[in-house]
């Protein structure tokens, strides 16, 4: 890329794909739970970045992200959310240039929403040249606050899946400030993609095994800011590692555990289908 920090525009677009899929069995596709019904849902969050020339870490947290249903309330003020992230990540953003993280998964009530809520906080950017600006040097626009408005609704089917993605494009997310104050601005503004592949690049930071079947190949784990379980499948490919980096088999996984994944997300199922599983514990 030719691009130069003073032609960085003024945008900072934030892109959600959003792919509710698969309907499981008694699923009638209606927006039971929103409002009152039982009938939930399985949301998994990712987050993702495209590369930007100029900087080496751009860091930001990402404070929550909620889901907001699309019944109002008699006064007609917004229905409380679905909350999706309710606990803070802090993240390097171009870390993830090729492969999207896991953030969370949940169960929320199935039904119809019309926003995302998301809420980002304490950005720090690293340039090439060692030099770093924290949250004093960037005017973070809107306190970070960042609404998520789909062209229709999102549904979230009874016992079905949602694969969100939030797409933070850093490319045209930063500004020079023009007052020539070595400061930067941050001004978050939103696209929405629908476009998810079948199978997505992923990670998944400091979770830990809740099961292992050696006979399958397949691992169970629990991440931070998971409600629910993610499944990992092994297979003849998949690099295992363990500490030091030596190469171990799959009995070597404990309960317990602590894994770190990469691998690919199958969007309708959920699977995770992983290239490499580092090893640590608690």
């Given at each position: 890329?030719?691009?130069h920090?003073?032609?960085?525009?003024?945008?900072?677009?934030?892109?959600?794909?959003?792919?509710?899929?698969?309907?499981?069995?008694?699923?009638?596709?209606?927006?039971?739970?929103?409002?009152?019904?039982?009938?939930?849902?399985?949301?998994?969050?990712?987050?993702?970045?495209?590369?930007?020339?100029?900087?080496?870490?751009?860091?930001?947290?990402?404070?929550?992200?909620t889901?907001?249903?699309?019944?109002?309330?008699?006064?007609?003020?917004?229905?409380s959310?679905?909350?999706?992230l309710?606990?803070?990540?802090?993240?390097?953003?171009?870390?993830?240039?090729?492969?999207?993280?896991?953030?969370a998964?949940?169960?929320?009530?199935?039904?119809?929403?019309?926003?995302?809520?998301?809420?980002?906080?304490?950005?720090?950017?690293?340039?090439?040249?060692?030099?770093?600006?924290?949250?004093?040097?960037?005017?973070?626009?809107?306190?970070?606050?960042?609404d998520l408005?789909?062209?229709?609704?999102?549904?979230?089917?009874?016992?079905?899946?949602?694969?969100?993605?939030?797409?933070?494009?850093?490319?045209?997310?930063?500004?020079?400030?023009?007052?020539?104050?070595e400061?930067?601005?941050?001004?978050?503004?939103?696209l929405?993609?629908?476009?998810?592949?079948?199978?997505?690049?992923?990670?998944?930071?400091?979770c830990?095994?809740?099961?292992?079947?050696?006979y399958?190949?397949?691992i169970?784990?629990?991440?931070?800011?998971?409600?629910t379980?993610?499944?990992?499948?092994?297979?003849?490919?998949?690099?295992?590692?363990?500490?030091?980096?030596?190469?171990?088999?799959?009995?070597?996984?404990?309960?317990?555990a602590?894994?770190?994944?990469?691998g690919?997300l199958?969007?309708?199922?959920?699977l995770?289908?992983?290239a490499?599983?580092?090893?640590?514990?608690?």
């Open positions: 890329m030719n691009r920090i003073s032609e960085f525009s003024s945008r900072a677009i934030v892109t959600a794909a959003v792919i509710g899929v698969l309907a499981l069995a008694g699923c009638n596709g209606t927006d039971r739970g929103v409002g009152g019904q039982s009938d939930q849902g399985k949301v998994i969050l990712m987050m993702h970045d495209a590369p930007v020339d100029n900087f080496t870490e751009v860091w930001l947290t990402v404070e929550s992200v889901m907001i249903g699309t019944q109002h309330d008699d006064d007609g003020t917004e229905a959310g679905e909350v999706v309710s606990e803070a990540v802090r993240m390097d953003f171009l870390a993830l240039d090729s492969v999207s993280r896991i953030l998964s949940a169960q929320v009530d199935a039904g119809l929403y019309s926003k995302i809520r998301l809420r980002v906080s304490d950005p720090e950017f690293v340039r090439d040249d060692d030099s770093v600006y924290t949250d004093d040097d960037i005017q973070l626009v809107a306190n970070g606050h960042v408005n789909p062209q229709g609704t999102i549904v979230v089917g009874s016992n079905a899946l949602t694969v969100v993605s939030l797409d933070l494009d850093l490319d045209n997310s930063v500004q020079v400030n023009e007052t020539g104050n400061r930067y601005i941050l001004r978050p503004q939103i929405l993609d629908g476009n998810l592949e079948s199978s997505e690049h992923v990670t998944l930071h400091g830990t095994v809740v099961s292992v079947d050696l399958s190949g397949q169970l784990v629990m991440c931070p800011n998971a409600e379980t993610l499944a990992v499948t092994t297979n003849s490919q998949t690099a295992l590692f363990g500490a030091g980096g030596l190469t171990v088999g799959l009995n070597a996984i404990n309960v317990g602590s894994v770190e994944v990469v690919e199958n969007t309708q199922s959920g995770i289908t992983a490499e599983v580092h090893l640590g514990l608690h």
